[in-house]
């Protein structure tokens, strides 16, 4: 008794035999290629922040190289940051396609720090953004990290894990930066709370010298 595989409707030679061959997907080696970028980039900038640290420069010249920092910092993070988190059942970007996306990206993620520069210097009318406390810092920083991951799902074809993730590495990079640098994000003095420190130290020597000399 011969037993018949159904058919499966698919062409066949003169043996019977099918004529279509799968296609094999070729793997693309994005990771060496992005960890090589990433690591000589982020050896290099923050070599840089660390001379800064220990350097005599103005506060604002400081913020300044910090911030074409963390834009000269952004392609290879970006470039690596994609291998890390591509569906790895899809194929991935490659040649001028991948360049493209990452220019993209990389530029709508270094715009993410207008939000830091301007949003609470507007709303809670500070005088620079240093000025604004811990917690404050904290929601932006959430607020940045969420757009940041809605750019990344949107330029990478990413899931919200991944462009979470691929956002998150960029801004801690960032802010590591800023913080080995010597720049202030937050917590930085006001003009009322120098004003009020002032006052107290006047209030402080009189006191001091009120006490050496009573009679005055």
Not at 168 to 176: E, I, W
Not at 186 to 199: K, L
Request: a negative charge; glycine letters at 8%; proline letters at 4%.
């Amino acid at each position: 008794m011969v037993i018949h595989v159904p058919d499966d409707g698919a062409p066949k030679d003169r043996t019977g035999q099918s004529i279509l061959k799968p296609i094999k997907r070729t793997e693309t080696d994005v990771t060496r290629k992005g960890l090589i970028l990433t690591i000589s980039a982020i050896v290099g900038v923050f070599a840089i922040a660390i001379g800064f640290r220990f350097m005599e420069v103005a506060e604002g010249a400081r913020m300044i190289a910090n911030m074409i920092g963390l834009i000269a910092i952004a392609p290879p993070l970006v470039r690596a940051g994609y291998s890390f988190v591509y569906d790895q059942e899809l194929e991935p970007f490659t040649g001028i396609e991948l360049r493209n996306r990452v220019w993209l990206c990389s530029a709508l993620f270094a715009s993410l720090w207008i939000i830091y520069a301007f949003v609470p210097t507007y709303v809670f009318e500070l005088d620079r953004a240093a000025e604004m406390d811990y917690m404050t810092f904290g929601i932006i920083l959430c607020v940045m990290l969420g757009i940041g991951t809605f750019i990344s799902m949107m330029t990478f074809e990413v899931e919200g894990l991944g462009g979470l993730t691929h956002a998150g590495l960029y801004l801690l990079t960032t802010v590591l930066l800023a913080i080995v640098s010597g720049v202030t994000l937050a917590g930085a003095e006001t003009r009322d709370d120098i004003r009020r420190s002032s006052v107290m130290a006047i209030e402080v020597s009189v006191s001091e010298v009120n006490a050496v000399d009573p009679t005055r």
